[in-house]
C-alpha cells in the first residue's frame, strides 16, 4: 500500500525539527512540510483550509468546532504552550496594577487570538477584571487593518472598535490613545521604546509561577488538526499523527539537555530546564488530554465565557476519540 501524500503546516520549532529533518516519520504518510509562522498558518487553515495537516490556534478551533464547522479535526499535540503574563502591556504612567484596567482602552490584534483568552482569563481569575470592564481596540500590531480571522458574536456588553484606518495598536499605545495592549507578540520596536510603556506585570515570570503553582495550568496556545475528510477516511491516521509529535518532542528534549555543547543561543539552559521539571515534572510541555485536563477545561470554560464559544464544551469532544489513550509496553 502506498503512503498517504499529505501537505503539513507547522512552525519552526525544536520540538517539530526531527518530523521536519527526517528522523521521526509519521507512519503510512509521506508529508511535504511547509514551516510557516502562526498568523500565516491559521488564516490559511481557516478561511481555504489549504492543509492536510495543520498547526492551529487553539481559540479558533474552538470557535468552529463548537458550531460543528471545524473542517479539522484536533489531537492533542500541543505544539505551542506560554504563560500569558507577557502579553500584557500597558502604559505604566497610567497602570499600576491590575484593577487600573478597569474602565481603560486595551488594544489587541484580534478579540479570539488564544492568548487573549488566556490574558482575560488571568486577568479575571486573579484580579477581578471582567472583559466587559474593557473597551477592546482592534488593530494591527505592525500593519494597519487587521481583521478577525473568524465572525464572532460576542455577549452584550463586550464592546470591540475597530483602530481608526491607517493605524496601529503599537501606535496608539505610544501615542497614548489606548491604555494597555494584549497579543501574542510584543508591540513594535518604537512603542518599545518609550520609556512609559512596560509589561503590566514587573515580575511576569514570577507571577506566572505563583500561577501555576496555585493552578496546576501550563497554558495550551496551539493544537494540531487533521482534515476532517482524511479522519473519515482513515482511522488510524490520527493516532499515527499524534505518536510523530510525541516522538519529535522527545528528541528535542533529548538534545536539549545534551549540556556538551548547548542547542539554544542562550544562557543558563541547564539551569532553567532542571528548574522547569523541579518546579512542573519531568514531562513539563506533556502532550496529551491526561496530564493538560485541568489546562484544558480551564480554557474551555473561559472560551465560552467570553463569548467565543456557542456552547461551553466538554474536554472529552475536543480531540478525536483514538487519541485520548496510548498503548503503553
Known amino acids: 500500500m502506498s503512503k498517504l501524500q499529505l501537505s503539513v503546516a507547522m512552525g519552526d520549532y ?13 507512519d503510512g504518510v509521506d508529508p511535504v512540510f511547509m ?11 481557516m478561511r481555504s483550509q489549504d492543509f492536510d495537516i495543520t498547526e492551529l490556534s487553539f481559540s479558533s478551533y474552538l470557535v468552529k468546532l463548537s458550531k460543528g464547522e471545524s473542517p479539522y479535526v484536533a489531537i492533542p499535540a500541543f505544539l505551542s504552550r ?11 504612567d497610567r497602570i499600576k496594577c491590575p484593577e487600573d484596567l478597569k474602565g481603560k482602552r486595551v488594544g489587541l490584534p484580534e478579540y479570539q487570538l488564544t492568548a487573549n483568552v488566556w490574558a482575560r482569563a488571568i ?9 466587559e ?3 477592546w481596540v482592534r488593530g494591527g500590531i505592525d500593519t494597519p ?22 493605524t496601529t495598536i503599537s501606535e496608539l499605545l505610544d501615542q497614548g490613545e489606548i491604555d494597555g495592549f494584549i497579543g501574542p507578540r510584543p508591540p513594535n520596536r518604537v512603542a518599545l521604546r518609550n520609556p512609559n510603556i512596560g509589561w503590566l506585570f514587573d515580575d511576569p515570570t514570577l507571577v506566572a509561577k505563583d500561577y501555576y503553582n496555585r493552578t496546576g495550568v501550563f497554558p495550551i496556545m496551539h493544537v494540531v488538526g487533521i482534515r476532517r475528510e482524511l479522519v473519515e477516511r482513515h482511522a488510524w491516521l490520527p493516532g499515527a499523527v499524534l505518536k510523530s509529535f510525541t ?13 556538551s555543547a548547548t542547542k539554544v543561543t542562550l544562557p543558563f539552559v541547564e539551569e532553567q ?21 485541568r489546562t484544558l477545561e480551564t480554557f474551555v470554560r473561559h472560551h465560552h465565557s467570553q463569548g467565543l464559544s456557542a456552547r461551553l464544551m466538554s474536554v472529552d469532544e475536543i480531540f478525536h476519540p483514538s487519541t485520548y489513550e496510548a498503548y503503553s509496553i
Open 14 to 26: 525544536d520540538r517539530t525539527r526531527a518530523l521536519f529533518d527526517g528522523r521521526v516519520q509519521i
Open 35 to 45: 514551516l510557516l509562522n502562526p498568523e500565516e498558518m491559521f488564516f490559511r487553515a
Open 82 to 92: 506560554a504563560f500569558r503574563h507577557t502579553s500584557i502591556y500597558v502604559r505604566k
Open 123 to 131: 486577568l479575571q481569575d486573579d484580579y477581578g477584571v471582567r472583559p
Open 133 to 135: 470592564e474593557i473597551t
Open 145 to 166: 487593518g487587521r481583521p478577525e480571522k473568524i465572525k464572532l458574536q460576542l455577549p452584550p456588553g463586550v464592546h470591540v472598535e475597530d483602530a481608526p484606518p491607517g
Open 247 to 259: 516522538q519529535s518532542k522527545a528528541a528535542a528534549l533529548d538534545l536539549l539537555a545534551d549540556t
Open 273 to 293: 530546564l532542571k528548574s522547569a521539571r523541579d518546579s512542573m515534572g519531568e514531562d513539563y510541555w506533556s502532550y496529551g488530554v491526561g496530564a493538560a485536563r
